[in-house]
């Protein structure tokens, strides 16, 4: 008997120790696949730091935010652009290295574009014929802004047509409902962003919330049924911010990511500390004449282009948000996981 239970002793003595030894290497195994881990993901960090480094980024820099009215052959005003004006903005901004991205974009941050490059973002309000005129088979007609900007696109591969078209109740000149629809269909099926421009264009100072709210919430209900889309921004008529700028962004039957402004200056990165959403600065079109020899298109890109600096330079990856190292104070805290200083 007592020599059974010492043979049943020492087989569970060497079952437990055969255990343990099994159980070296698999604890061994967990914490080298650890390290590994840990080493490649320093590894892959250096590289970004490297590249992000190499092409100069800086995603705390400045984004021109253009505004287009009509594109005219005859300009009546100085919103106006002609269709060989807007071709030469457009050509302007390929070759200095601006690739378009929608205001949305612009405003959550998500800013895809490769390294190197430089965001702008195009914005046409009040909703023109001119802007968007599609004939009988449901092209745009020659020299609306939309087949200028599919021209330039296609003569440039690489370079998206994007840009943000912000309705009033105008609609492109459509009064049928079925037409409205078409033209708005159109924009959100070529990759174009719907935004809401308040349904009469009413400047919204001084008005009341209820009055605010009934500008921007009819209007973004309009084109929602129309095109299925929610508007994600706003165009103040005018540039002006009701009494309360928080109103501009919700409203009972809204919610705008982002408002934008007339004027004059570029814009803040999102992932900086001095971007405000209910009030993003836009820059009007036009050449350096009167006020515009400092304020305006022409002389705000040239600043950008003699202070490289200053303008925002994508690293490449839509998922870091690269800098200069004495960049950091300007950094959002909500990005701070983003963060890849070099």
């Known amino acids: 008997m007592r020599l059974r239970y010492l043979s049943g002793l020492g087989a569970l003595i060497a079952a437990a120790l055969l255990t343990g030894c099994d159980s070296q290497p698999e604890t061994a195994k967990l914490t080298n696949n650890k390290v590994d881990a840990a080493a490649k993901a320093k590894a892959d960090r250096a590289a970004k730091v490297k590249r992000a480094a190499a092409v100069k980024a800086n995603e705390l820099g400045q984004i021109p935010v253009l505004m287009f009215h009509r594109i005219v052959p005859k300009p009546q005003t100085t919103d106006d652009r002609s269709p060989q004006q807007f071709r030469a903005d457009l050509e302007r901004l390929v070759k200095e290295g601006y690739v378009p991205v929608s205001a949305a974009e612009l405003v959550t941050g998500k800013i895809d574009i490769p390294a190197g490059k430089h965001p702008v973002v195009l914005t046409f309000d009040d909703s023109s014929p001119s802007q968007l005129t599609l004939n009988a088979m449901g092209v745009p007609q020659k020299d609306t802004a939309v087949a200028i900007l599919k021209e330039v696109a296609a003569a440039h591969p690489g370079w998206k047509p994007k840009a943000t078209f912000y309705v009033t109740r105008d609609m492109f ?13 159109w924009l959100k099926d070529n990759g174009f962003e719907l935004g809401n421009h308040t349904r009469d264009h009413f400047n919204l100072r001084g008005r009341s919330q209820k009055e605010v709210e009934e500008q921007i919430g009819s209007i973004g209900k309009e084109i929602e049924a129309l095109s299925y889309v929610k508007p994600v921004t706003i165009a103040l008529p005018y540039g002006n911010q009701p009494n309360k700028k928080n109103w501009a962004l919700r409203g009972k039957a809204y919610k705008h990511a982002g408002a934008f402004l007339a004027g004059y200056t570029p814009a803040p990165a ?38 490289p600096d200053m303008r925002y330079t994508s690293d490449g990856d839509p998922r870091t948000v690269a800098y200069p190292k004495f960049k950091a104070p300007s950094l959002r805290k909500a990005f701070a996981t983003w963060s890849l200083p070099y």
């Open 270 to 307: 999102p992932f900086s500390k001095a971007f405000d959403p209910a009030g993003i600065p836009r820059i009007k079109v036009m050449e350096k004449k009167g006020d515009c020899a400092q304020f305006c298109s022409e002389a705000w890109l040239d600043w950008l282009k003699k202070n």
């Open 173 to 185: 000149g459509k009064t049928v409902r079925e037409e409205q629809a078409q033209a708005l269909l």
